[in-house]
């Protein structure tokens, strides 16, 4: 079973996971936050537990609190002392260039892709991780 952390407050995003999830049969332990700063709290508490651990985190943009970009940069200093390595996967609905080449130039970031996710899109991702 994979362990799946979905960073995101876009509620219909979520739903659309989860029932994606379900539909492909996929056997995932599904935890949702909807901002960064919840997520990296969780991490940090887990961060020598590799049971524990996601092994994917799919992670928006644009949200409350703390967003995409802020977390990646607190994410990328606790990074050496997670105790796995977690495939990060930037989820977006914007087609931003800029946001594109950005997220290319931070080590951290497996992918960026584009919402919404096609259900095959989902099976190769957890099929790589």
């Known amino acids: 079973m994979k362990r799946f952390y979905l960073i995101d407050d876009d509620s219909i995003f979520v739903f ?27 991490l940090e508490l887990s961060a020598n537990q590799p049971g524990l651990l996601p092994d994917i985190i799919f992670l928006d943009l644009n949200m409350p609190v703390l ?15 997670m105790s796995k ?8 609905s914007s ?21 919404p996710l096609s259900r095959s899109k989902f099976v190769e991702i957890f099929e790589e991780a």
């Open 85 to 92: 390595k977690i495939a990060i996967y930037i989820v977006s």
């Open 16 to 42: 659309l996971t989860r029932k994606t999830l379900q539909v492909a049969n996929l056997s995932t332990d599904l935890t949702v936050f909807e901002d960064g700063q919840k997520a990296l709290l969780d």
């Open 95 to 115: 087609i931003s260039p800029s946001e594109l080449e950005r997220s290319q130039g931070i080590p951290v970031v497996t992918d960026f892709l584009t919402k």
């Open 67 to 81: 967003d995409g970009w802020g977390f990646l940069d607190k994410y990328q200093q606790m990074a050496p002392l």
